[in-house]
C-alpha cells in the first residue's frame, strides 16, 4: 500500500444524500490531487491543492465540494449527485518543489455508486 | 496542450513471452513521461519514468520503457510476462508549461494468459 490512504472505500448513496469523501497523506508531500476514472473516460483531473491553496478546478460541478483543511488531509463533499457521476474517486499526492519529474502517488479509490 | 495516446485497449500476451504497451504523447516542450500500473481494486501505482539522459528507463517488476523522441514515444516493455502483470496500465505525460498537472492516456488493459 502506498502511503495515502481513503476512506471509505466503497459508498452508495441516493441524489439526495450528503456524504464526504476523506484522503489523507501520510508521505510529507505539499500537493494533492482529486481524479474521477470511470468507465467511458479516462483519468480525469478534478481539483489541485497546492500548500491548502485550490490551485485547478476543471470545471468540475459545483455538487462537488472540495475542502483541503491542512496539507495532509482532502476531502470531497458530494451533494444531490446524478448517476452519471458513479465513479472511482482517487486521491493522489505529491511534492512540488519546482522539479518537474516528481511522481503522484495515488490512494486506493473511493468506488462510488449514486442510486 | 499536451496529450497522450495509447492505441491500444487490450494487450494480450502468453507468460513467459515479450511485453510491449504502447504509448505515444504531445507537448510543446520537453517531455515527463510515467508509467503507472492499476491492479484490480486499487490506486494507481508508479512503475518508471523519463526525464533526461539514457532513452531506455528501468523500473519496477522488471519493467522498462524505450523513450524515442522522434517518433514522441515512450513504450512500456518486459522481456518476459507475467500472469501477475495482468492488470491496467497508464501513459502520462507533463509538460513544463503545465505546471505539475499529469495528462494521462486511456489506459491499456494487459492480459498475461499462463
Known amino acids: 500500500e502506498t502511503g495515502v490512504t481513503q476512506t471509505p472505500r466503497h459508498l452508495v448513496m441516493g441524489m439526495t444524500n450528503k456524504k464526504s469523501l476523506k484522503c489523507e497523506q501520510h508521505?510529507?508531500?505539499?500537493?494533492m490531487y482529486w481524479y474521477k476514472q470511470s468507465a467511458k473516460k479516462p483519468l480525469e483531473l478534478m481539483f489541485v491543492y497546492s500548500l491548502e491553496e485550490r490551485v485547478e478546478n476543471n470545471s468540475v460541478p459545483s455538487r462537488f465540494s472540495p475542502e483541503c483543511p491542512n496539507s495532509s488531509h482532502l476531502f470531497l463533499h458530494l451533494h444531490t449527485l446524478q448517476p452519471e457521476d458513479s465513479a472511482l474517486y482517487l486521491c493522489?499526492?505529491?511534492?512540488?518543489?519546482?522539479?518537474?519529474?516528481?511522481?503522484?502517488?495515488f490512494g486506493p479509490g473511493t468506488r462510488l455508486t449514486v442510486l | 496542450a499536451q496529450s497522450v495516446a495509447q492505441p491500444e485497449d487490450q494487450v494480450n500476451v502468453a507468460e513467459g513471452n515479450p511485453l510491449t504497451v504502447k504509448c505515444t504523447y504531445s507537448v510543446s516542450g520537453n517531455p515527463y513521461l510515467f508509467w503507472y500500473v492499476q491492479y484490480p481494486n486499487r490506486g494507481l501505482q508508479f512503475l518508471l519514468k523519463?526525464?533526461?539522459?539514457?532513452?531506455l528507463v528501468k523500473g519496477s517488476y522488471g519493467f522498462e520503457a524505450e523513450f524515442n523522441k522522434s517518433q514522441t514515444s515512450f513504450h512500456l516493455k518486459k522481456p518476459s510476462a507475467l500472469v501477475s502483470d495482468s492488470a491496467l496500465y497508464f501513459c502520462a505525460v507533463r509538460d513544463m508549461g503545465a505546471g505539475n498537472m499529469l495528462t494521462f492516456g486511456g489506459g491499456t488493459r494487459l492480459m498475461v494468459k499462463p
Open positions: 508521505l510529507g508531500h505539499n500537493a
Open positions: 493522489a499526492s505529491s511534492q512540488l518543489s519546482g522539479r518537474p519529474d516528481n511522481e503522484q502517488f
Open positions: 523519463y526525464i533526461t539522459g539514457d532513452n
